[in-house]
């Protein structure tokens, strides 16, 4: 199994940055992406952005020119800084682990999830 923390969260005026951290122990896959999930009330959960093991990196629309995903696999960390905040970027962001095992299986792993909150 792995587990996955997070930490970063918090409340942010409008225009402000905050830097999400997430550290993956337990069983490291060969190869695996990993990325963050946001989750606003009353909304389905959504891709924010995704690195994968060879560094092909995928964002969200609304995020793209605000928000920088990079991974660090010494550490088996992935960092989501997030600037130029909005209101409507407030959600839970989850930390999520997409590994590939050596028979062809597949498995993913979630985070307990980081509050941010952008408001005045």
């Known amino acids: 199994q792995v587990q996955l923390v997070e930490s970063g969260g918090g409340l942010v005026q409008p225009g402000g940055s905050l830097r999400l951290s997430c550290a993956a122990s337990g069983s490291i896959f060969s190869t695996y992406a990993m990325g963050w999930y946001r989750q606003a009330p009353g909304k389905q959960r959504e891709l924010v952005a995704r690195?994968?093991?060879?560094?092909?990196?995928n964002y969200a629309d609304p995020v793209k020119g605000r928000f920088t995903i990079s991974r660090d696999n010494a550490k088996n960390t992935v960092t989501l800084q997030m600037n130029s905040l909005k209101p409507e970027d407030t959600a839970v962001y989850y930390c999520?682990?997409?590994?590939?095992?050596?028979?062809?299986?597949?498995?993913?792993?979630w985070g307990q999830g980081t509050q941010v909150t952008v408001s005045s």
């Open positions: 690195v994968t093991s060879g560094g092909r990196i």
């Open positions: 999520n682990l997409d590994g590939s095992t050596v028979d062809g299986g597949r498995r993913i792993y």
